[in-house]
C-alpha cells in the first residue's frame, strides 16, 4: 500500500500528494488540512553554521568599537576632548550592541570588559580629584598657606 501522509518527503527534498481530498483530516482548531495541505512549507531550521559568533559582522562591529575606543582614549588629552568623550560613547555604544548580538563573541565580551574596566578606573580617578580638590579648598594643601 502506498504511503499516504504528505508530511513525508522524499529524497529530492519534494512533497507528494497521494491522497484525494475526501480522506484528509482537519484540524478541529483551524478548520484547515492536516493531511492534503494546500501549501507546502519546508521548515529549515538551518542556525547560523559558525556556532561561535564569530561571524563578520559580529568581527566588524568589534573592530569599530575597538578603533572608536583607542581613538578617543588618544584623543582625550588634546583640545578636542569633547569629540573624544562622544567617539568613546560611540564606540561603548557599539560593542554593546556587539555584546547583544553574538553573545558567544570572545571579541565582543573582552571588548565589553575593556570598557567596563576603563569606566571603573575613571570614577576612580574623578573620585581621587574630587578628593584633592575639596582638600585643597579646605586647607589641607602644603601650597596654600
Do not use: R
Not at 49 to 64: Q, V, Y
Not at 95 to 119: C, M, Q
Request: charged share 10%.
Amino acid at each position: 500500500m502506498g504511503n499516504t501522509n504528505l508530511n513525508d518527503q522524499m529524497p529530492g527534498g519534494e512533497f507528494t500528494q497521494n491522497t484525494s481530498p475526501h480522506k484528509w483530516n482537519y484540524d478541529p482548531v483551524t478548520g484547515k488540512p492536516i493531511n492534503g495541505q494546500t501549501e507546502y512549507t519546508y521548515d529549515n531550521n538551518v542556525t547560523d553554521t559558525n556556532t561561535k559568533g564569530n561571524s563578520g559582522n559580529s568581527t566588524d562591529l568589534c573592530i569599530a568599537s575597538l578603533s572608536c575606543f583607542l581613538i578617543g582614549n588618544l584623543m582625550l588629552f588634546t583640545p578636542l576632548a569633547i569629540i573624544a568623550g562622544i567617539v568613546l560613547i560611540a564606540g561603548f555604544v557599539i560593542g554593546v550592541i556587539a555584546t547583544e548580538k553574538y553573545p558567544d563573541n570572545k571579541f565582543a565580551k573582552i571588548l565589553s570588559g575593556l570598557f567596563i574596566i576603563e569606566i571603573i578606573i575613571v570614577i576612580i580617578i574623578v573620585l581621587v580629584i574630587v578628593n584633592t580638590c575639596i582638600s585643597c579648598l579646605n586647607g589641607g594643601c602644603a601650597g596654600m598657606s
